[in-house]
């Protein structure tokens, strides 16, 4: 018979080695929190985004230009022979002045105020479409960053549960081993035990491939070094969505990306806006002022200027760009009834799913597990008293071993469904 008391030291210190090496890593501890800050300043998708609404914000400071001015200098009205340049006596003895000047000219075109106006309209609104789809990648961002989270987290108690029942593995296998020796069981379990023991120390392996490769994508994400080693906080906590009221209304404000199509269609009626800006006249000034080569008196040309873009050799481009934006205008309206359709159905399907996998979780922590914890207990009573062989304990250990694994998934994807709802909701808390 094995002693009880050798049995429960030997779960005890089972259990103190897999805190040691949990614990005992030298890296600092990053919580949740501290993580999703830094995504703000690090990751380059965003900074890609700041330099793109600076860059447009510094475009729209010159929608209100005018056009440059121009100027020119040059012989006006000049014979090509220069004799006729200076004055000539005709056969009756008069002086004839001479022919030919030099003309400086200037003119500019003043822009028409609507049409300023409608293009700075349109330039400043460019912008505030790039803030919302800043804003889409950020909390996109964000899921990544909880759900790697999230399954380290799950991943690390998995590596608890793996090493404990290891240990209660080798206990049993050194326990069959003495008893063999005395010829008290048989050798068939003995095997199954040791093969069990290397699909275990399998399962660990992944399972710490499975960390490793959840804090590589962290620091992926966090633009920083990948083999950048440090801890995090195991304490997670599930919300409650359970009271949750699906509002069409409420999830078309909160989701930026449909933010953003809402943006897009104010932009798309100001580019029409501007369109039709641009089909009025634009009225201007033309000066020039002529200095005679010989005896011409000094003259001058002062005239006022129209662009008339309502012809219909003009025009033609402009009124094809105001249909294309209306046009463009109805897929947006689409589009956006596409995501807000997508949300909600996405929505109404994780809510159902959160309660599955809810009552799915309530059952594990309150009856499967602990039953299969008593039924475990009670074969290892019975296997000390010699009255059940090790293939029975080992069936209620592997029982208890594959149910946990089993359990620790399920939370891993309950975890998955609550970030992929806090996703679709832009919930950031």
């Known amino acids: 018979m094995i002693n009880r008391k050798r049995y429960r030291l030997c779960l005890r210190t089972a259990i103190v080695v897999v805190t040691v090496s ?5 890296y600092g501890q990053t919580t949740l929190s501290q ?19 600076r860059s447009m914000e510094e475009a729209a400071k010159g929608a209100r230009s005018w056009m440059p001015p121009e100027v020119g ?39 028409n105020r ?48 793996l090493e404990e029942n290891e240990k209660l593995l080798q206990f049993m296998i050194q326990s069959a081993e ?8 048989k050798i068939s379990a003995y095997y199954k035990a ?7 120390q399998t399962m660990r392996v992944m399972t710490e491939n499975e960390i490793e490769q959840r804090r590589i994508t962290i620091n992926t994400i966090l633009n920083r070094d990948k083999s950048m080693k440090f801890n995090i906080d195991t304490t997670i906590q599930l919300r409650d969505y359970g009271n949750y009221q699906i509002d069409t209304a409420e999830i078309a404000v909160s989701r930026s990306d449909i933010r953003a199509i809402d943006r897009d269609i104010q932009l798309n009626d100001l580019r029409i806006s501007s369109e039709k800006a641009k089909l009025l006249p634009e009225f201007g000034i033309k000066y020039d002022h002529m200095i005679g080569l010989a005896q011409q008196p000094a003259q001058f040309t002062l005239m006022g200027m129209m662009r008339v873009p309502i012809a219909p050799w003009s025009s033609r481009m402009n009124k094809a760009n105001i249909e294309s934006y209306k046009w463009r205008t109805q897929s947006l309206q689409q589009q956006r009834q596409m995501l807000l359709n997508e949300a909600t159905g996405m929505t109404q399907g994780m809510l159902k799913e959160l309660q599955a996998r809810q009552k799915q979780i309530a059952l594990y922590e309150q009856k499967i597990i602990p039953a299969l914890r008593n039924n475990y207990a009670t074969f290892q009573i ?21 149910t946990q694994i089993e359990y620790l998934n399920t939370l891993k994807e309950l975890f998955n469904t609550q970030v992929e709802l806090e996703r679709i909701l832009e919930l950031n808390n």
């Open 73 to 111: 200098a040059g012989f006006f009205m000049t014979p090509y022979n220069p004799k006729y340049i200076k004055g000539m006596e005709d056969d009756m003895g008069n002086t004839e002045p001479g022919m030919g000047q030099f003309m400086i000219s200037a003119q500019q075109m003043l822009p």
């Open 22 to 26: 949990l614990a005992g890593t030298g």
């Open 382 to 402: 019975a296997y000390e008293q010699n009255t059940e062989e090790l293939f029975m304990l080992f069936d209620a250990w592997e029982t208890l071993n594959m």
């Open 194 to 200: 040791k093969a069990a023991q290397g699909n275990v």
């Open 114 to 161: 609507r049409k300023q106006n409608a293009e700075a309209a349109y330039m400043n609104a460019m912008p505030r479409v790039e803030r919302e789809r800043r804003l889409n990648t950020l909390n996109q961002l964000r899921a990544d960053i909880k759900k790697n989270y999230f399954q380290w987290a799950i991943e690390l108690r998995k590596l608890r549960v």
């Open 178 to 185: 003495l008893r063999y020796k005395n010829g008290l069981d």
């Open 35 to 53: 993580l999703l800050d830094s995504i703000e300043y690090s990751n380059p998708s965003l900074r890609m985004y700041d330099y793109d609404i």
